[in-house]
């Protein structure tokens, strides 16, 4: 690990300044950062520690939640308006790491965490053009078991890794940001970006631009959501595929319905058609399968992962089934 300043600043306006200086990286529970910097993946000339910062979770006046980008995902995952009116949310929290590790990380690094991917972490002996732009990528050719099926390009075929993105993305929730230009809002689903052509670069995020807060709206369909995560072992692993869903039911059919999945994107992928298809209609298995393999019809895999496509369908399904009553 190579040497490195330290800051503590004392509101959101020194934050943001302190980070506009060259090589300066924000710094909260540092749960994916230090791990990074261990690694000599990252190796920021200033750590500007920012977990002082706001970690409130307060009611928004139309009846949403505002969460404050240092707050805990333990205490997140056990706040009582998130375990009643968004429970994916906190299913999803607790099915993302050891209690340990959530008692360490925050909402604002969640949302920033990168990649899991093995030739992303493997600085001494992969190519990975997410960690050092133009050297090419390993997981095209490699082991390829967790890797991406939607949004993929030649250069990156990498997945998001957090379970908690996931979940927002369903809930259709809003990143609150603050940079030397002011406050900006950004939309969940549009925060992260797909690979193309620049797969270093993970996020909508301009230089200096702090995380602030996570701002949910309210929804019926989000009281009654559930998050579901398949992976290799029973504990503290990553997703091989994960779907966050919530629906409203009303006269028998379903009135709202949202589905984000994880482990198939470099970003949470809402299922934009399936959702669609199932709007207005009655809630069955036969109907949940046909509108998952709809939304996986675009889905393009690699020797390792096509096993995603079927597993994706049946896991909606499931959750779908879950959600309404009718064995999926």
């Known amino acids: ?9 004392a509101t959101i306006s020194e934050a943001t300044a302190a980070a506009a200086k060259p090589g300066a990286v924000f710094h909260a529970g540092g ?17 500007v520690d920012v977990s002082r910062l706001p970690a409130t979770i307060d009611d928004t006046p139309d009846g949403g939640l505002l969460i404050g980008a240092a707050a805990r995902n333990s205490v997140v995952a056990a706040h009582p308006s998130v375990r009643t009116r968004y429970p994916v949310l906190s299913r999803a929290l607790l099915a993302g790491a050891s209690a340990q590790i959530r008692n360490m990380a925050t909402v604002g690094g969640n949302v920033l965490q990168r990649t899991r991917c093995a030739y992303f972490y493997d600085a001494a002996g992969s190519r990975c053009n997410k960690r050092e732009a133009g050297s090419g990528c390993d997981a095209i050719g490699g082991f390829n078991r967790y890797h991406a099926i939607f949004g993929a390009s030649e250069h990156c075929i990498a997945t998001h890794p957090s379970d908690m993105c996931v979940a927002l993305a369903a809930l259709d929730a809003t990143v609150h940001l603050a940079g030397r230009d002011g406050e900006r809002r950004v939309a969940l689903i549009d925060f992260h970006r797909l690979p193309g052509d620049q797969p270093q670069i993970d996020t909508v995020l301009r230089p200096g631009e702090l995380i602030t807060a996570i701002e949910l709206g309210p929804s019926p369909a989000a009281a009654n959501s559930a998050y579901r995560k398949v ?39 809402r299922a934009s ?30 020797d390792g992962n096509a096993f995603k496509v079927e597993l994706a369908k049946r896991t909606v399904a499931a959750v779908l089934g879950e959600l309404t009553g009718v064995n999926a």
């Open 231 to 269: 992976r290799d072992r029973s504990s503290y692993a990553f997703a091989l595929l994960s779907v966050a869903a919530g629906l409203e039911l009303a006269g028998g059919k379903i009135k709202d319905i949202r589905i984000a999945l994880g482990g198939v994107a470099a970003k949470p992928w």
């Open 1 to 9: 690990m190579k040497p490195f300043s330290y800051l503590r600043p």
């Open 31 to 47: 749960t994916n950062l230090v791990d990074l910097m261990r690694q000599n993946i990252e190796a920021p000339a200033t750590l």
């Open 273 to 302: 058609r399936a959702e669609e298809i199932l709007r207005g209609e009655a809630p069955t298995k036969e109907r949940f399968l046909a509108a998952a393999e709809a939304e996986l019809a675009a889905a393009k895999t690699f």
